[in-house]
């Protein structure tokens, strides 16, 4: 056969379907503290893929279809204290779990193309947003009319990645292998000046204050940046 090379369009593609389903409970514990937890779990349909198609000649190309499919479920925890005597703080954690049978639109087209061929997997694996833990926590201090001090720190665990194996295997393992996890701190500091009877706000905002650096695109082959 000849080579495949393109990809065309499809007019007859339907729209990408979600149906979300979510509980959840609000809880005040503490005079100045609630909790809300919900679960929710969510269903993916229509995702766009591509299909191969042979012509007469003996021409091959790749079609956007509507072939992929994917879900994810979670728990999702907050924890907050409004703010009173000079101090707030807020905690979010989020479990969860996103699987389909594919995140890449193109990725049967590429595994066409090698010699020979590598055949796509048939069981649902992770979905390359599928971040199992992420937590945020927010404190703030001052009184919030004069100055104020900030931070927010998040955290996340590693995202999936697919090691290439294409040496080794004639059947491609989607996103086997997670990469490092991640963490930040951001820093926000106001404070009101009175400036010939004008009241002028100042601030200053500092991205990752730690200068931590975080590894988002890794080699297939190490899994580090």
């Known amino acids: 056969p000849l080579g495949l ?18 509980v959840g409970l609000q809880q005040q514990i503490f005079p100045e503290v609630t909790l809300v937890t919900s679960v929710y779990y969510s269903d993916i349909r ?48 989020t479990y ?12 049967l087209f590429y595994n ?14 992770p979905l390359d947003w599928d971040q199992t833990s992420t ?12 100055w104020s001090v900030g931070f927010i ?18 059947i491609q393992k989607i996103n086997t292998r997670r990469k490092p996890t991640s963490i930040n701190l951001d820093m926000k500091a106001t404070k009101s000046f009175d400036v010939f009877g004008l009241n002028v706000n100042t601030y200053l905002i500092v991205y990752n204050l730690l200068d931590i650096k975080n590894e988002y695109g890794v080699s297939s082959n190490t899994g580090r940046a």
Not at 96 to 107: H, K, R, V, W
Not at 112 to 125: C, F, N, R, V
Not at 138 to 143: N, P, V
């Open 5 to 22: 090379t393109s990809v065309v369009g499809n007019p007859e593609l339907k729209s990408m379907k979600t149906v979300k389903y979510e």
């Open 46 to 93: 229509n995702l766009l893929g591509v299909e191969i198609i042979s012509t007469y000649e003996g021409d091959r190309f790749g079609r956007y279809t509507n072939r992929d499919y994917g879900n994810s479920k979670g728990l999702v925890v907050t924890l907050e204290k409004r703010h009173s005597n000079y101090f707030s703080a807020k905690l979010d954690y």
């Open 96 to 107: 969860q779990i996103a699987q389909g049978n594919g995140s890449d639109p193109l990725t």
């Open 112 to 125: 066409s193309q090698t010699d020979p061929p590598i055949e796509e997997t048939k069981i649902l694996s």
């Open 135 to 146: 937590l945020n926590l927010s404190l703030t201090f001052g009184d919030l009319i004069d």
């Open 153 to 170: 720190f998040s955290y996340g665990s590693g995202l999936p990645y697919t090691v290439d194996e294409r040496y080794i295997y004639t």
